[in-house]
């Protein structure tokens, strides 16, 4: 599957500096379109483009002539040498374009595809507002880190990337159920991963007895084995989401603390009690 049958938009023009205030005489169009790949249609929508100078300013940057945003894009400028950039989502490509009286038509062909991304738990369905990814350039840079490409993508989105390898991290809650993978993004198709989490949501509750109605007036902390603090809350009835493993909840009520282990089991929705005659 493409994205080029997907869309279908004209460009709109924004210009980021007035082109015929640009020194030369005459203005001629210049029509730009883009492919996902080279046997692809046009993209027809969900472009943006820009237009830069070829030479740096005194601050040591590309001066922006001109924006567009949509499909094919034309603009009428000067003659001269032009860096186009073409941006599909987070796929992109920069080509230098000659203009000259006779106009020019170009096409960038971006050599990208797509990234749609989703998780379960124990092969049960995760609520998708508890489920984000965030998506990294696979390699590491000189301090050990990735740069990142997107954050808080959310469950089923298509994300638009040049063909290659990304490093992606899936989180399940806010706190410490996360998992990673490495996955390859080909030109011109769609890559569907599922990721598999070892976590389920927990629930915390005082109570004066087994299945009663929670205690006001708490304070909640959650541990690990190790002794880490996690979690911590003043909710009367908190809800999180753990990985799979082994805890201790603590939950304080005026001058009275309350402890009591439990252990977390993948896709396991668990309420876990605290008992007031403790």
Do not use: C
């Not at 023009?13 to 020194?23: F, K, M, R, V």
């Not at 379109?33 to 300013?57: K, L």
């Not at 005082?206 to 299945?211: A, E, F, K, N, T």
């Amino acid at each position: 599957m493409t994205f080029a049958t997907v869309f279908g938009a004209s460009a709109q023009n924004l210009s980021a500096e007035d082109p015929s205030s640009i020194p030369g005489i005459g203005n001629y169009p210049l029509e730009l379109s883009a492919r996902m790949t080279q046997e692809s249609a046009p993209i027809s929508r969900g472009m943006v483009w820009r237009v830069f100078r070829e030479r740096e300013d005194a601050d040591g940057k590309l001066p922006l002539l001109a924006t567009a945003k949509g499909g094919t894009a034309k603009f009428e400028l000067p003659a001269g040498t032009y860096l186009v950039h073409a941006a599909f989502g987070r796929a992109g490509a920069t080509k230098r374009v000659s203009l000259g009286s006779d106009g020019s038509s170009e096409e960038i062909v971006l050599q990208a595809g797509g990234l749609e991304l989703n998780a379960t738990a124990a092969e049960s369905e995760i609520a998708p507002r508890n489920l984000r990814f965030s998506v990294f350039e696979l390699e590491l840079d000189d301090e050990g880190e990735r740069k990142l490409i997107s954050r808080n993508v959310k469950p089923g989105k298509v994300i638009r990337l040049n063909a290659g390898t990304y490093h992606v991290l899936s989180r399940y809650g806010n706190i410490n159920a996360t998992v990673r993978a490495d996955l390859e993004v080909k030109a011109g198709e769609i890559t569907r991963a599922v990721l598999q989490h070892r976590g389920a949501p927990i629930s915390l509750r005082l109570v004066s007895q087994s299945g009663g109605d929670p205690i006001a007036n708490t304070a909640w902390t959650v541990l690990t084995e190790d002794g880490e603090e996690v979690f911590s809350s003043n909710s009367v009835a908190p809800s999180l989401v753990l990985a799979e493993g082994g805890y201790e909840a603590t939950v304080r009520n005026g001058e009275k603390t309350y402890r009591q282990p439990f252990n977390v089991r993948p896709g396991q929705r668990q309420r876990v009690e605290l008992l007031l005659a403790q």
